[in-house]
């Protein structure tokens, strides 16, 4: 995740458990939505709410074509 470059802007802060807090402006709203999708439960969205609530509605989603 920290190799990938999503903007001039990005910022990465390393924390002591290993996990990373990323910034940056990202200027495809979907690409951004797929790749963090593609991290399953290795990334978690804290901000924008917008893009929390984004991410929440695309894995109730997907839970629903599981569902029995």
Same mark, same amino acid.
């Given at each position: 995740?920290?190799?990938? =470059?999503? &903007?001039?802007?990005? $910022? ?23 790749? =963090?999708? &593609?991290?399953?439960? $290795? ?26």
């Amino acid at each position: 995740m920290c190799e990938r =470059i999503w &903007s001039r802007d990005q $910022k990465i802060k390393h924390n002591p458990d290993g996990s990373a807090d990323i910034t940056f402006t990202a200027a495809s709203e979907s690409e951004l939505i797929s790749f =963090i999708l &593609s991290l399953g439960d $290795k990334a978690r969205v804290m901000k924008p709410k917008w893009l929390v609530g984004e991410i929440k509605d695309k894995i109730q989603t997907m839970m629903q074509n599981y569902v029995a």
